[in-house]
């Protein structure tokens, strides 16, 4: 059974860089063909597909993040990592990481085999 388990600050300032990080366990993040996402609910929006991290390292981003957004990964601990540059109170969301068996660039839930519980992220000064 996979399993993944966003961890980070729950309050960053506006202007700063909310870093969150998404630790696997039950699977690799280097087995072929998944993917590693990130997904993040405002209030009274939708689900947002951020970004991803393939099985082989390769990374791909929403186009209107992409210029604030960096995913990176630590194989040796089996995780990987989203930064978010430049935040302002409009960031305000639940961050969720999941899997996805394929590239999905949409918020579908159905997309997504394995979710972690979500982490909430307020941008407030």
């Known amino acids: 059974q996979v399993q993944l388990q966003e961890s980070g600050p729950g309050l960053v300032k506006p202007s700063q860089t909310l870093s969150l990080t998404c630790t696997v366990s039950?699977?690799?993040?280097?087995?072929?063909?998944?993917?590693w996402n990130w997904i993040r609910q405002a209030p009274g929006k939708g689900l947002e597909w951020m970004g991803t991290i393939a099985y082989s390292g390769s990374t791909y981003y929403i186009p209107s993040l992409k210029s604030r957004t960096s995913i990176s990964r630590d194989t040796s601990k089996n995780q990987f990592t989203l930064q978010l540059s430049s935040v302002t109170p409009e960031d305000t969301a639940v961050y969720y990481c999941a899997r996805s068996n394929a590239l999905k660039t949409s918020g579908w839930r159905r997309n997504y085999d394995y979710w972690g519980q979500g982490t909430q992220v307020t941008v407030s000064s």
């Open positions: 039950g699977g690799s993040i280097t087995t072929n063909y998944y993917y």
